[in-house]
């Protein structure tokens, strides 16, 4: 009793949002803001009075904004978050005796009671915020303390007074001596925009020569940049750009051994050459690699790394840094394995070292060296099998100095790491989209992704192909199938990616039955790519990428709702941008093999469609224009033609000069 | 990274149950136990082991149980509750080196990978075991060392040594260096069993006499006890038993005004006779009192008071603790009031006072004495409008010295208020039972009761009447509608109660139309009822009270399950006790008018009958026995005759000498 003051009445709790108890941050970009919600009540009847209280992280003084009362004791504000970084909220709220006083005033008055008292009451609250009060406005309200004193009925004479005079001033200057501050601070992440929606394009530099058989460099890479940028890719990311092991490396198609001249995996790093920090010789220069950054971003395309924390055996850190590696009875390195498997190739890192600080020191230079040469954007192969700790450390720390870092978590694992990866810093995340094919498993999945409290901090960042990932539906499903994955992907999703040119020229051969390994696989050699190949579906990408580019609805994933068909084979869904000024609604088939039909039932107040207007919907694949009206409307996709449309719903305008035009 | 160590790598999220990240306790009552469950999990494919901590509040060692590792990362463990008051529990877990190597060693023999190495690394495990254990397992498991590093190849002799030597020391001395604590120690109030399951009946003593006009007497009301003992009720409660303020004092059906010899409401507490740890004169004496206490006992019913926190003008208090109350600018003392509504018979205290402290102490002084006079249980009055952490504190000081009394918190209030009430120490809460009387209204609230976390800490205690609380569905229904309402009530929830004899008499008609207020209410005159009346359903409510008191499944709320019905006017439920081998099936014909018949369609596991087997229904309100196979049969239900059946499911059973019978 001693260390708490009873008379603190106004409990707050229920705060949204809020990730585990404020022990993660939520996130946001720019511009993007926060509505913050709350239960906030008090026993009995009087009036309370609830702040959201924000501001950068570490600032002196808390921003405050007024909370509106919601129903059932629930209140809610917003506040902007305009620039990169951390922020951080909390709320206050207390009982307030003077607007208790108003409230009750109106109904003595409309109860027809004497005032008398209830007045002197009044001007006694009056009296004590003129004591809180400074300077003009103590003055004034001693003046209007005495002033209400003196009122000697209702009328317009008192409501001026309150209204106009007391109100204003006494807004300012609340008691707040009972005010309950929530106990917990919660954290809001600052990304910028592109955290929350870009469109990547992955691409082995090694396979861009010009002419077959020979190794791809930095130089020939950049010749490829204006066919990524013409299907509107924003974010190049290539495999790992480092010196390739040696030793163990592997062949074609994973063969045990190489032979001379091949050219191993991307992911054995490192060599004689160099590690983490060092570029591969046959793909050119430090020099080469920035000129190559430089040309994409002058196409609008940023260039992202793969950060595999491993090596090979040839690594210069297994000489020099013995300690972080595991040694065996025999002395030598412990290599990985996954009983009986086993990757002599690869060397993990072993973080339950003694020196495991120095470990983690290392490690974060990695990005530290690869940022400084203006690299802002990272996927971490495997997080998952490195300590969930030091990602939330590594990822701290480096945004504390550079906000504008993004990190794509490959971790293709269970449920609960992967949340917890992104809680704890990653950007983005890979998701299961890949093996999601059936309209109930879409909508369950996208559902939980953007309609619980995961969306809070987890950014599904969804990949129809990738080189590990060849999916039966694609093996098999045949041309439409990848259109019907990329359509899921660019309009499910405000992030996507594809692994190219395979995705696009529609390579879906597996190296064995039952392998979602690509045959030939250019993990480990190098593929020569017929980009002029007829049936390669870039121009289909392309038009999803514009309508992803043109429509602030397909940016965000929170607006996503699934509506209704009548055949399963068929999804439907639409997002709203945040006005709700604009719907793209997404009709496709699932089915890549057989033309499927059915009737939508569309949630219509969703696509802020009246229930007797009739609309129109255009689709953006095709440019076809369809005319619907009530929420059940007939379509037909044949997966030969094309398997999904695209809809940018428009609502029909009447102009002045009396005919009807579609917005 | 300098706080932490950031080789523990064991994550520990999501646990349950858990109020608020721990805020509060969750609600048991001796002999029910815990089972919690949590997401644990690491980087990588190392083995896990988890362990649930628990003992009683302040203990210096935790007990430990090894969770067992369910899907999808989450594990499970349990604790026993055997003893009134707080106990506390946490988690730890670690990866366990020496479990992966078991487990990868049998994948390697499986794999036939040579051991050489293998066995090595796992001799070096046993070594630092040694290392960590005392006495004789610390000499022993050296020597085993030696043994494992000297097997020669796979086989019965190292499964023995691994299986029946090494593992059972190794399982006592792990290496929990870098084992992950959870963050928060969670406690659980352990209470009596009455806490969950009990069976109320309200009574004004004031109302027992044998002579109609007299004032009944504590010595009236024992003679009541066999009558209410008859029909199974174990908690009797009273509403204040203190002397009645004169001043301002109501007259009957709440005139404004009494004349002389009414005796006014007992809620208007305190007279020159005494306040709150008095005894109103015209009842007895504070001896007679106990006597009552006593006899009740005596016949297995506990009786309940009420405190209700508020005065009449004429309570000692008003002159004792001026700082208690409110004073107006006139040097009165502020009645309670809802503008424009007085009641000026009525104060209430002022919890904003300087001298809160000694108020609070004041009011906590009130349940002490009546604990000293041998009550347990309290019914506390409008406990939300009075601040809500005062109850917090005054309900854990109590148990701290008491962990036996339980405390009613009558809030008709919003749901986040009655909710957080529980919250902070009710062991019961009133409900919204009374207004809910659709099969949709009824599902839909007892779901929300009994398969949610509000399950962890709000123990309902349903009331189909209260002597404020006369619903439509009463005044109007007839006999059946009072029927219906007990054996919801009786059925639904492990506590209820009736406020008698009014119930059981039928009274139900109301102050005025649209009024839930009783005509003649006894809250504000002695009342006269004749309890032969053969219009009584005293027999009925005797039968719902023994089938609740013989049949485990109804004794909690953890295993309500609703069942189909294609009829909307008849609900369907069961209950079942923990080990399931007890189910009770209630089929409730909602409509107090009309006959209404329609077909079930039972969720037979939840009931513990196989699709196939036919089952008997035995109806414990009349005793008739129906035979019943797979989820579809057909219920009819005249509401003039009984208006719902209660069945306890009996299998059948085939007998050894071949013949049928039902368990």
Known sequence: MNEVDGRKRVIIEGVSPEIDAGRFPIKRVTGEGVVVEADVFADGHDAIEARLLWNVQGAREWNETRMESLPNDRWRASFETPELGMMTYT??????????????????????????????????????AAGRAAGADAKRLEALAVELESVRAAGPELDALLE????????????????TRYGRELSVVVDRPRARFSTWYEMFPRSTASRPGRHGTFRDAERRLPYVASMGFDVLYLPPIHPIGTTN?????????????????PWAIGAKEGGHTAIHPELGTLEDFRHFVEAARSHGIEVALDVAFQTSPDHPWVEEHPDWFLHRPDGTVQFAENPPKKYEDIYPFYFESERWKELWEGLRGVFQYWIDQGVLIFRVDNPHTKPLPFWEWCIGEIRREHPDVIFLAEAFTRPRIMYWLAKAGFTQSYTYFAWRNTSWELRDYFTDLTRTEVREYF????????????????????????IVRIVLAGTLAASY?????????????????????????????????????????SELISRVNRARREHEALQSNDTLVFHGFDND???VYSKTNRERSETILVVVNLDPYNTQSGWTSLDLETVGIAPDQPFQVHDLLTDARYSWHGPSNYVELNPHVVPAHVFRVRHRVRSERDFDYYL
């Open 91 to 128: 709320l206050e709220a207390w009982v307030d005796h003077f607007l208790t006083w108003r409230r009750d005033l109106v109904k003595r008055i409309e109860g027809d009671q004497d005032l008398g008292i209830p007045l002197k009451i009044g001007a006694s609250h009056v009296r004590e």
């Open 164 to 179: 106009h005079e007391i109100g204003p001033i006494l807004e300012r200057w609340p008691d707040r001596r009972f005010a």
């Open 249 to 265: 490396r592997k062949g074609p198609n994973n063969a045990v051994t190489a032979n001379p001249g091949e050219v191993g995996s």
């Open 459 to 482: 950014r599904p960042n969804v990949w129809p192909n990738t080189p590990d990932i060849l999916t039966e539906y694609l093996q098999h499903g045949g041309r439409a199938a990848f």
């Open 497 to 537: 990616g594809i692994y190219g040119p395979a995705f696009e020229l529609g390579e879906h051969l597996p190296r064995h039955a039952e392998s979602e390994e690509y045959l030939d696989s250019e993990k480990y050699q190098i593929r020569t790519w017929n980009l002029e190949d007829p049936r390669s579906i």
């Open 569 to 571: 084979q068929v999804l």
